[in-house]
């Protein structure tokens, strides 16, 4: 069955970087997009970017370019999305999801909870 | 690019049939037959309810249904049941390169 299995929760200090890792199982890596979303606590569904695993053509969204990076390891069919110069406003619960190339993400990942605090 | 636009919350009694709305542009909602749905429980990932505006995923109850009119999408859950209770949030594919998708602001629906 598919899966995706993404790694521990995460305290980081402002100004320091994280990495989140989501591994895919079930299925053929290269064959979906792997796209991140965020959601603060209370708050809503936040797009952040999207991945080709194939390609590895990346996209994100404004608000994050030049903080973000997505990445992949077809090896061991296994994304990774990086945020540097983290705030406390990045305090939240990221999710990697499946999608196609018009959205719908179908599989996510359990969530990791990234806490930015001094 | 904002979110798209959704009630803050909905109710409705046991059996009865409700419907969420979720307003966008012409460059979003309006422009494409790319909506999507998405149910949450709390402290749980999203799932997928709806694609591409009116289809079902393999596993999600004929309860469920989406329809589309310009630039508003819907959700209409009918036979409502206490399972039902969650966040719900839409999604569609933009004309923009960044971002590529944008969520809905979400509504959290209530069964009575």
């Known amino acids: 069955q598919v899966q995706l299995v993404q790694s521990g929760a995460e305290v980081k200090k402002p100004g320091a970087s994280v990495k989140v890792s989501c591994k895919a199982s079930?299925?053929?890596?290269?064959?979906?997009?792997i796209n991140w979303v965020r959601q603060a606590t209370g708050q809503g569904l936040e797009w952040m970017g999207w991945?080709?695993?194939?390609?590895?053509?990346?996209g994100y969204a404004q608000k994050f370019q030049g903080r973000v990076t997505m990445t992949r390891n077809t090896s061991i069919s296994t994304a990774y999305m990086e945020l540097s110069s983290l705030r406390s406003e990045d305090t939240a619960v990221y999710y990697c999801?499946?999608?196609?190339?018009?959205?719908?993400?179908?599989?996510w990942g359990q969530g990791t909870l990234v806490t930015v605090s001094s | 690019q904002s979110a798209l636009t959704q009630p803050a919350s909905v109710s409705g009694s046991p059996g009865q049939s409700i419907t969420i709305s979720c307003t966008g542009t012409?460059?979003?909602?309006?422009?494409?037959?790319?909506v999507s749905w998405y149910q949450q429980h709390p402290g749980k990932a999203p799932k997928l309810m709806i694609y591409?505006?009116?289809n079902r995923p393999s596993g999600v109850s004929n309860r469920f249904s989406g329809s589309k009119s310009g630039n508003t999408a819907s959700l209409t859950i009918s036979g409502l049941q206490a399972e039902d209770e969650a966040d719900y949030y839409c999604?569609?594919?933009?004309?923009?390169?960044?971002?590529?998708?944008?969520f809905g602001t979400g509504t959290k629906v209530t069964v009575l």
């Open positions: 591409d505006v009116s």
């Open positions: 079930g299925y053929t890596f290269t064959s979906y997009d």
């Open positions: 999801a499946r999608g196609g190339p018009y959205g719908d993400y179908d599989y």
């Open positions: 012409s460059s979003d909602v309006g422009g494409y037959n790319y």
């Open positions: 999604s569609s594919y933009t004309s923009s390169s960044t971002p590529r998708y944008v």
């Open positions: 991945m080709n695993p194939n390609s590895g053509n990346t």
